[in-house]
C-alpha cells in the first residue's frame, strides 16, 4: 500500500510540473495576441476615424477626434491540479489526473478627446515644410504628396507672383497647379530631384575695436574672419542651413551670386512654405521655373478630400507639353478616390456608415495603389501632428472590462 501511495505521489508531482510548465507557455501566446489586438483595434479606430471625418468635412459638420492616450491590460492565469481514482481496476490502485486552468483579462483603456490647444496645433496649424521633405526622402510620389498637402503654388514669372490654387472649383488655378506637380513628379521618376536644405551665407562686419583679444580665437571657430585694414573692421561669414530648396540640381553647385539671390527671396518664406527652383541645362529644364507652394493644415486637407465626395471633384488634367514622359503615365483625377454605397462595399478594406450610406477607400481598379498608398499619407500625416497625449489631468473616457 505504502509502494502504491508512493507512485501517486510521483504523478502527482508529474502533473504538477507540466502544469507549470504549460502555465509559462499560455503566458507569452495570451501576451503576444492581446497585444496584436489593441494594436489591430487602435489602428482600425484610427482609420475609421480619419474616414468618417472626411465624411463629416463633405456634410460640412465639425471634425473631431478622439486619441487613445494608454491601454492597461491585466492578466491573471490561474492552474489547478488534482487526482481521482481512475474509474474501474482495483480501488486505490490506479489514480486519475485532473487539472485545469484559466485565463482573465482585465483591459483599462483611456480615450482623450482633441480638443483646446491641443486641437490648434494638431489640425489647424499648417504642416512645416520639414514634414514635407521628410516624406519626399521615403520616396513618397511628389505628385501625391503636394496634391494633398499643398493649398496653392506661387510661381514667380517675369518679376510678377500668380497664385494658383489647388481647388477644383477654381478651373485656370486648378490645372496650372495639377501641371506644376506633374512637373515635379516626371523629374523625381528619372531620380534627379533633390529636396536639400539651401546653403546660406551670413556676413557680418563689425568695429576691430569691439572685439575683445582673448574673444578672437573663439571667433575663428565658428566664422570666418577677413580683416579689413582700410576701414579698421572685421568681416565675419558663416554658412548656415537655410529653408528646403527643391531643384532638379544639386544645390552646393548654386554659385555665390545665385546663393546671395536666393537668400534674399528667403526672407520672404515662411515655415509652411518650400520652395522650388527647375532650371535650363538639367533634367526637366525645358519649363524652367521657380516658386513657392505654401501648405495646408491637416484641417484642410480633411475638408479638401471631402469636398471630392461632392461638386468639386477633381477631374484629367494633361501634363505640360515641356514635362517629360512620367512614369507609367500615373496622373488620377483623384487625390483619393472613394466608394459611396447604399450597403457595405465587398472589396473595401474597410467602410463606414453615414446616414444610411457606406463610404470606403476605392481598393479596386486601376488606381487602387494610389489611392491605398493616399490613405497611408493621410494616416502618417495625422501621426505626423501627434504633440504629447497628456495621461493624467485632463478628461478622459475610460472603458474597463
Known sequence: MKSVCHTCLLRLLQIVLILSILTGCISPLALNRAVLAYDD???DALSQQLLINIVRAHHRQPIHFTAVSNIAATFNFQANAGAMPAL???AGTSILPVFGGSVAESPTISIVPIEGEDFTKRLLTPFPQSKLTLLLRQRFDVDLLLRMMAQEVRLLQDEQRNVYHNSPADTGGYEM???VVLHLSAIQDRNQLYAEPLPLIHTWTIPASSIAPD???????????HYNNEDNTFTMRKQIQGPILITNYDPDML???DREKLNERAREWDVSDIAFDIRAGHYGGEWPMNGVFRLRSFHAILSFLGKALG?????HVRKDPRTPPILGDENPDLTMGFVVASTPPADADFSIRWNDRFYAVNTTGPHARWNRDAFQLLFLLFQMTVTDIPRIGVPSITIAK
Not at 215 to 223: G, R, T, V, Y
Not at 311 to 315: P, V
Request: aromatic share 14%; glycine share 10%.
Open 41 to 43: 483595434a487602435v489602428t
Open 88 to 90: 474501474g481496476g482495483l
Open 177 to 179: 497647379f495639377r501641371r
Open 215 to 225: 574673444s578672437f580665437q573663439s571667433l575663428q571657430k565658428e566664422f570666418v574672419v
Open 255 to 257: 554659385s555665390e551670386d
Open 311 to 315: 461638386d468639386e471633384l477633381g477631374y
